[in-house]
């Protein structure tokens, strides 16, 4: 079985400085990580996904996460944010195979404030 | 193209009465999966349905039930509803038994009182 863990629930940060929002999992075989985002009043939206190849994954709009397998990490940074990235970010895992589900954390609020 | 559809968006039940939500899936996708999220609780796997057929159930009550249809479009329905019961369930599709990320819907805000 696999699990996820979002240590932090809400990150403050000023418009315009760097961020990372923390995901860490745990599985017994190889998994598939996802970061999706999700705006208020809305469903959620695939940000990025390591699936396998280069560990460091980007999205279009500048987001990006490394998957690290000695630290079970797949934290998503991003070097400059905007307002408009305010929103609740939930890392998810699933392990290989299709007859695995998607795992979520229990999501991380990036509060951009001007 | 279409995405996945939830309806209603919100639906306000007494506690004890029945709840039944619907999804739509993405066209060409056979699976369907709902979640619930509660608040401060995160995401919480309910359902998955493929072909028909129900794959895997998450840790929920039996009175949390559902079925895909033929077109494989889906029905969540939660018997004797409970306060705690409220909560944003969201429904996603993905292709046959693909688990490459799923897309999901806008959600139905279930409230109960």
């Known amino acids: 079985a696999q699990s996820v863990t979002q240590l932090d629930s809400q990150v403050p940060v000023f418009e315009e400085a760097p961020v990372e929002l923390r995901c860490n999992y745990s599985?017994?075989?190889?998994?598939?990580l996802f970061w999706y985002v999700q705006y208020p009043n809305q469903g959620l939206q695939l940000l990025l996904k390591?699936?396998?190849?280069?560990?460091l994954v980007e999205s279009i709009n500048g987001f990006e996460a490394e998957f690290n397998k000695s630290q079970t990490s797949f934290h998503l940074r991003k070097p400059s944010v905007h307002i408009s990235d305010t929103a609740e970010y939930f890392c998810?895992?699933?392990?290989?195979?299709?007859?695995?589900?998607?795992?979520f954390g229990t999501g991380t609020l990036l509060a951009v404030q001007p | 193209e279409a995405g996945v559809t939830q309806s209603p968006t919100h639906l306000i039940k007494t506690r004890g009465q029945q709840a039944t939500l619907r999804c739509s899936p993405i066209?060409?996708?056979?699976?369907v999966y709902w979640y619930q999220q509660a608040l401060g609780l995160g995401l919480q796997f309910l359902l998955w349905?493929?072909?028909?057929?129900?794959?895997n159930r998450g840790n929920f009550p039996p009175r949390f039930s559902g079925r895909q249809f033929p077109n494989y479009s889906s029905e969540l329905n939660v018997n004797a509803l409970e306060l705690e019961d409220s909560a944003l369930y969201l429904c996603?599709?993905?292709?046959?038994?693909?688990?490459?990320?799923?897309?999901f819907g806008s959600g139905t805000r279930l409230t109960v009182v």
């Open positions: 996603a599709s993905s292709l046959r038994l693909e688990n490459y990320g799923y897309t």
């Open positions: 599985s017994s075989v190889s998994v598939y």
């Open positions: 390591y699936l396998s190849g280069s560990t």
């Open positions: 998810a895992v699933s392990g290989w195979g299709a007859t695995n589900k998607l795992i």
């Open positions: 066209s060409g996708h056979t699976s």
């Open positions: 349905y493929d072909e028909g057929e129900e794959r």
